[in-house]
């Protein structure tokens, strides 16, 4: 019996700079993070999570929608985050690490890797971690 192919799982999280390129009619044009990790073609992903503050919902739904036209059968699922701020190391880290808490982790069955292109320095940080 052949093993089953593993799966591919990214975990990024929004960028308020680079991926908030994604506003208006030429944001296909313009490189944002969470967005062309899809397009590569070696590297096809079954499930990216995005990890998002909820100030920024507006810009998650605009990025989500084009991940999906982008990958339709990528599967796409939000994580809201709601620190004070971005930059306390501690708050940041509880956050994320309730979020590791509560995903259904399945080392078994997937590859997991951890987009830190994006979000503060503290933030990649707390991911690294």
Known sequence: MMPAK????????LGSRL??????KRRHSRWRP??????????PVDEFVLIHHEDE????????RDMRELAPNTRLTSHVVNYSNPWDFGEVYSQLHDFTRHYRFDPEQNHYYVHITTGTHVAQ?????
């Open 6 to 13: 593993m799966k591919t799982t990214v975990i990024g999280i």
């Open 19 to 24: 991926d908030h390129q994604g506003l208006g």
């Open 34 to 43: 969470s967005v062309g990790i899809l397009m590569h073609p070696d590297f």
């Open 57 to 64: 919902a507006e810009l998650a739904g605009i990025t989500l």
């Open 125 to 129: 940080i707390c991911l690294f971690l």
